[in-house]
């Protein structure tokens, strides 16, 4: 079964750290592009998830959004098919429901997936002040 699953999530403090975990089942991330995305939990339905940070595996080039760069970290594991967020220094602002996304060969200007070929089902982040 093609699947992306999410692991790592929790409740912490502001200030706090955690690490994130998509593992690729049925698939290789070879020549994908890959992301985490994240929605506030009871954000409204239709709203667009939040680019959080993106890897493309051809290059390893990455993105990070404006609000978690210096605190956040992607990477990818090849031997584990499974690719990282770090976070620290986390702030309540970044509570909510985590997701990666692969696209195949396939990635917007700034190397992030358009999300239309494997999707997690997500990971909650709660950061408490």
């Known amino acids: 079964e093609v699947q992306l699953v999410e692991s790592g999530g929790g409740a912490v403090q502001a200030g706090g750290s955690l690490r994130l975990s998509c593992a690729a089942s049925?698939?290789?991330?070879?020549?994908?592009?890959i992301g985490w995305f994240r929605q506030a939990p009871g954000q409204a339905p239709g709203k667009e998830r939040e680019r959080v940070s993106c890897i493309s595996y051809f290059d390893g080039s990455t993105y990070y959004a404006d609000s978690v760069k210096g605190r956040f970290a992607i990477s990818v594991d090849k031997a584990k098919n499974t690719v990282y967020l770090q976070m620290n220094s986390l702030k309540p602002e970044d509570t909510a429901i985590y997701s990666c996304a692969a696209d195949y060969a396939s990635g917007d200007y700034d190397g992030c997936p358009y999300g239309e070929d494997h999707w997690g089902k997500g990971t909650l982040v709660t950061v408490s002040s």
């Open positions: 049925g698939f290789d991330f070879d020549d994908y592009f």
